[in-house]
């Protein structure tokens, strides 16, 4: 597979309009449980995605699950950036930050959140960085104009593309906002593919194996990787059922017809 994701924690230190927001029990993976999966997933890929639900700087032994991780895996991590100085090691393939995640309602302003983040990506040489941010937040411009000053470049919030390189390594990408798959959104649409099970799966932390990282409540189990192996979850009824239906432009699972993910990334 092209990734495998790992949530680490369900638990978030921030509460984001466009969030799902956790439901599940609040946790913390063991390392015990961590280097159980990370030898049950090694056969199946070289990339290890610590995301799902949950800011994995949250967790308070985030460094040694990157050191242990980073033994087998290129190590790749999502955050909100607001505790990215927790991280001590540079064994990290790339660091996603969700600028889209500030808000002054955290108490942090603008240039002390930016600031934080440069202290540590700025000494981060052999690790990729992806600024993300939704198009249309209302911060969006302004924050551009701090990264624009930071790395010396001109960007136009009008011009952006999908991707868009600040300097070596360091990257802008710009998405439109999804609304998370659940049964209580509007979305309804029976047609479409996806690359759930595909290219990638997730793990909750409670072990819930799922089909793609938007599962944030487990809803389409594919088992536990405590007690299953990788094979049992993608060769199961459900999941052969789900590929055959995204090869045939169909989605068979009622959570990926409520799902509008891939639409936007086309």
């Known amino acids: 597979m092209k990734k495998v994701y790992v949530e680490i924690t369900n638990t978030c230190n921030l509460n984001c309009s466009f969030c799902i927001k956790n439901t599940r029990k609040e946790m913390f993976m063991d390392i015990d449980n961590f280097n159980i999966i990370l030898n049950k997933i090694k056969p199946y890929t ?15 032994k ?17 955050t909100n950036g607001y505790l990215i100085n927790r991280l001590k090691t540079s ?8 600028l889209h995640s500030f808000s002054p309602k955290y108490n942090i302003g603008l240039d002390d959140y930016l600031n934080n983040i440069f202290s540590v990506v700025d000494r981060l040489e052999d690790t990729f960085i992806s600024y993300r ?15 624009n000053e930071h790395y010396n470049t001109n960007f136009n919030i009008k011009d952006l593309k999908l991707s868009n390189k600040l300097s070596d390594k ?16 509007s979305l309804n649409n029976k047609c479409g593919t996806c690359y759930a099970i595909r290219n990638h799966i997730g ?5 819930t194996i799922v ?25 199961s009824n459900k999941a052969i059922n789900m590929l055959n239906g995204f090869k045939n432009n169909i989605k068979v699972e009622k959570l ?6 891939i639409d936007l990334d086309k």
Not at 134 to 141: F, I, L, Q, T
Not at 170 to 185: A, M
Not at 211 to 235: H, M, R, T, V, Y
Request: glycine share 4%.
């Open 91 to 98: 064994n990290v393939r790339q660091i996603n930050i969700s």
């Open 170 to 185: 360091v990257f802008i990408n710009t998405f439109k906002e999804f609304e998370w798959p659940s049964f209580d959104n």
């Open 62 to 78: 985030i460094n040694d699950f990157i050191e242990l991780a980073s033994q087998n895996f290129f190590v790749n991590i999502t």
């Open 203 to 207: 793990i909750l932390c409670d072990g």
């Open 211 to 235: 089909p793609c990282c938007l599962d944030s409540k487990g809803d389409l189990s594919l088992g536990n990787i405590f007690e299953d192996s990788i094979d049992d979850a993608i060769k």
């Open 133 to 147: 941010f939704w198009v249309n937040n209302e911060y969006s411009e302004l924050i551009l104009s701090k990264l």
């Open 46 to 60: 070289d990339y290890l995605y610590l995301h799902v639900l949950g800011e994995p700087f949250m967790h308070p």
């Open 256 to 261: 990926c017809q409520k799902c509008n993910f």
